[in-house]
Each structure stands twice: as structure tokens, then as C-alpha cells.
Nanobody, 124 residues
């Protein structure tokens, strides 16, 4: 069982930066594929960024490439999402997710564990 707790959300002006953190419980954190998803009001949850299970590969949705960076610190059992050059359309609740089994990095249903989410609001 893995528990995920996100933090770092808040209100920021367009062009600003935020760093989200996702602290995970469990001894086998390094073997999990980790990802960030987001859900804007009235929209479906969507993939943002992910690590492969081994952590050797990263993936991003096109709209955040070059602006967001996913990273992980296995010693701290934490995954980060550095978000730069934020835009109003990045406003959403951001969720951390973990997957222990093989799956598709952008497919929400393949992830076993989810955090409670953290709100990111970007003002224009």
C-alpha cells in the first residue's frame, strides 16, 4: 500500500513558477512509476508528466513540454513537478499518482494510488 501526499500548490501570476511535491510512503518507492495528472473545472483529468517504473524515462504532455520538469528523490520518497512560465490554462487541481505494475504512462486507469490533489491557480 502506498500513500501519496501532494503539496506546493497555490496562487501565482502568469509567467510565474511553482514546485509541487508528492511525498510517498512505502519501502519500494523507487520501483513505482510516478506521474502527475491535473483536472481543471468542468474538464476530465488529464496526464501532465510521468516517470517510467525504472525512472530512466520521462514523459510530458505537449502543452507543458519545455515549461514543466518532473524529478524524483528516491532517498526522500518524493516526486516533484517544477512548473515554470505558468499560464492561466494551467489552472487545475494537480494529482500525484503511482503505479507498481506495467502500464501506459498517460492512462489514468493504470495507476493504483492517488493523492488528494493540490490546487494550482494561475492569474492573468
Amino acid at each position: 500500500q502506498v500513500q501519496l501526499v501532494e503539496s506546493g500548490g497555490g496562487l501565482v501570476q502568469a509567467g510565474g513558477s511553482l514546485r509541487l511535491s508528492c511525498a510517498a510512503s512505502g519501502r519500494t518507492f523507487s520501483s513505482y512509476a510516478m506521474a502527475w495528472f491535473r483536472q481543471a473545472p468542468g474538464k476530465e483529468r488529464e496526464f501532465v508528466a510521468a516517470f517510467s517504473r525504472g525512472g530512466s524515462a520521462t514523459y510530458y504532455t505537449d502543452s507543458v513540454k519545455g515549461r514543466f520538469t518532473i524529478s524524483r528523490d528516491n532517498a526522500k520518497n518524493t516526486v516533484y513537478l517544477q512548473m515554470n512560465s505558468l499560464k492561466p490554462e494551467d489552472t487545475a487541481v494537480y494529482y500525484c499518482a503511482a503505479r507498481s505494475k506495467p502500464g501506459t504512462y498517460y492512462y489514468m486507469d493504470d495507476y493504483d494510488y492517488w493523492g488528494q490533489g493540490t490546487q494550482v491557480t494561475v492569474s492573468s
